[in-house]
């Protein structure tokens, strides 16, 4: 469960840089504004998926695919558990992995994290817009 505490932690870290990082002043519809975000979304994807990776090789249930438990090798759960992350976090829910007991408030988590990202980063923006008016009057 050790690896739990790091994945969260790098994933709190990972969501706290959109306030810290230093994205471009002056360019606010810029390439690197872009590839902050995208990173923060594969971060957020890859480390919600090991947790759901980390928690089902413990004998918890995250989810259920195609109405079944989910059985195999770790890296055939690492990719069932990547592709649930992915169409968590993006919102699509292809509806052929569910969610079950605990999985569900991390879901939860996840998909509001997804909502959230965009609206911060827009937030983000317009501050660093709005101090760069005031700095020019």
Known sequence: M???I?????????????????????????LENFV???????TMMLGFGMIYTVLEINGYDIFIKNAKDITGEFFSVLQDSLY???????????GDVIPIGAGRWFAVVEALLGYIMPAA??????IDWEKDMNKER
């Open 84 to 94: 649930f992350s992915a169409t968590t976090l993006l919102a699509v829910g292809y």
């Open 2 to 4: 050790g690896w739990l």
């Open 36 to 42: 902050v975000l995208i990173s923060l979304y594969v």
């Open 121 to 126: 980063f827009v937030v983000r923006v317009v």
């Open 6 to 30: 790091v994945i969260v932690g790098v994933l709190v870290l990972n969501i706290g840089s959109v306030w810290t990082s230093r994205v471009s002043k002056h360019k606010y519809v810029s």
